[in-house]
């Protein structure tokens, strides 16, 4: 008897962009349900949905005061940020220090988290997927602690939380406003060149310089006094 050939195998609709969209619904859905910085810890640490997680040794979710007022969005943790589950601490975290203390302030004044949670291999650019799996947890974090003033540090999160195509180079030094349906207003937002650029980039201090003493007058304006 002949054998029988196998039979061929169904098609199968493609599962990573069922996949992508069905994880991104579950983190706008967990997102939502945290009620505190805290609770999106511990769904960040529960949350398999980000495949950075796999590759990254910490959760790096925070630093500074979640009472703040002002918050600070840099792009991806590094190497160090990695290791120690804070954002920046590294070098261009060192900078972010002194560059805060040259307008009266200290992380004990700022909320500082970043567009991404886990640190990209080889501090590789994320991908868009990789973004939008994040985005609603740092988006619940704006809508929790509902700051005064942004400081957005490089072209990645001002290009995404702006919704703008320009680079940084284009976009630091404007002021331009956070908007999401969810809050009941649009929060001033200034976009800015990024501490590990700068360290890369000397010559471009000068135009940071210019963009933290407009972030200081709108702190003022604010009523956002260093020493409050």
């Not at 002002?70 to 590094?78: F, L, N, R």
């Not at 602690?145 to 001002?158: I, N, R, V």
């Not at 976009?171 to 331009?176: A, N």
């Not at 001033?188 to 407009?214: G, I, N, S």
Request: hydrophobic content about 40%; glycine content about 6%; some cysteine.
């Amino acid at each position: 008897l002949q054998e029988a050939e196998p039979a061929a195998p169904r098609a199968r609709r493609p599962a990573s962009l069922t996949s992508a969209s069905e994880t991104q619904a579950d983190a706008q859905r967990l997102a939502q349900a945290a009620s505190s910085v805290e609770d999106i810890r511990k769904t960040l640490e529960a949350f398999d949905g980000c495949p950075l997680k796999a590759t990254a040794t910490n959760l790096c979710l925070y630093d500074g005061n979640p009472e703040a007022k002002i918050m600070i969005i840099g792009e991806a943790p590094g190497g160090q940020e990695d290791r120690q589950g804070k954002p920046f601490v590294g070098p261009a975290g060192q900078l972010l220090d002194r560059m805060l203390a040259a307008i009266g302030l200290d992380r004990s004044q700022v909320y500082i988290t970043n567009l991404l949670f886990w640190r990209p291999p080889g501090n590789r650019n994320p991908t868009p997927a990789e973004i939008a799996v994040c985005l609603p947890f740092l988006e619940r974090q704006v809508e929790l602690l509902e700051p005064k003033l942004l400081l957005l540090t490089g072209g990645m999160s001002a290009k995404t939380l702006l919704n703008r195509s320009q680079g940084i180079l284009k976009l630091r030094g404007r002021w331009d406003d956070y908007r999401h349906p969810r809050l009941s207003h649009p929060i001033p937002a200034l976009p800015t060149l990024h501490p590990a650029y700068l360290l890369r980039q000397p010559a471009q201090k000068r135009e940071a310089w210019r963009d933290l003493l407009a972030f200081s007058e709108a702190m003022a304006r604010e009523g956002l006094s260093p020493t409050a």
